[in-house]
């Protein structure tokens, strides 16, 4: 059986607290869809793809975590494959919720960096913890 570091342990803790946050969000995002608060059709799919991005890449973020200690990987390619996808799961989603707030919006603004520097940690965590199952 795979015991976890203390690395791991802590940042799944910390991810596990994080969907509740994750939940709130399906809140706002219920609030949206039914007229309750108002929101174009762009701001509607950028909440919807905010949303969604978070609740999988936090899940995604609990996974790699435990696949890390599966690994002889350490130092800063250990953290990059540990903590990377807990990170996209924070910039990915800000993007779109950022990139898109504003009455009347209906194309994303300069945030919309954050969608895409997310996707670059996260490719970058995934090909480390990757190849750090594949020669472990």
Do not use: C
């Amino acid at each position: 059986m795979l015991e976890l570091s203390s690395e791991a342990t802590r940042l799944i803790g910390i991810l596990l607290l994080a969907l509740v946050t994750v939940e709130s969000g399906g809140w706002y995002l219920t609030r949206i869809i039914r007229g309750k608060t108002p929101a174009t059709d762009f701001q509607r799919a950028f909440a919807r793809a905010g949303h969604g991005h978070a609740g999988m890449f936090v899940t995604l973020g609990i996974v790699a975590a435990i696949l890390t200690d599966a690994t002889d990987l350490d130092g800063a390619a250990a953290w990059l494959a540990r903590s990377g996808v807990a990170i996209a799961a924070i910039l990915m989603p800000a993007g779109f919720f950022f990139s898109s707030m504003g009455a009347g919006r209906t194309k994303p603004n300069g945030l919309i960096v954050l969608v895409w520097t997310g996707a670059i940690v996260l490719a970058a965590a995934l090909i480390t913890l990757g190849v750090g199952l594949l020669t472990a």
